[in-house]
């Protein structure tokens, strides 16, 4: 049977980055009530017009289950 590995701790720094076991994974901009993730596929970024993915914290917290 494989091990499931534990769930990691998050942290927001004082810059408002958003940390899971010390690996920076985003920016959290409170007042908005976002997460940004910066893209960097070139690509991507160019049709989308933007480096940074934007999520809703709300749609985090609502992510559909594997079956």
Do not use: H, T, W
Not at 24 to 52: H, N, T, Y
Request: hydrophobic share 35%.
């Amino acid at each position: 049977m494989e091990e499931q590995p534990k769930p990691s701790q998050i942290v927001v720094g004082k810059n408002g980055m958003v940390y899971a076991d010390g690996v920076k994974i985003a920016r959290l901009i409170p007042e908005r009530g976002v997460m940004q993730f910066l893209d960097r596929d070139r690509r991507r970024c160019s049709e989308r017009g933007s480096e940074v993915v934007e999520v809703r914290i709300s749609d985090l917290g609502n992510l559909p289950q594997k079956k």
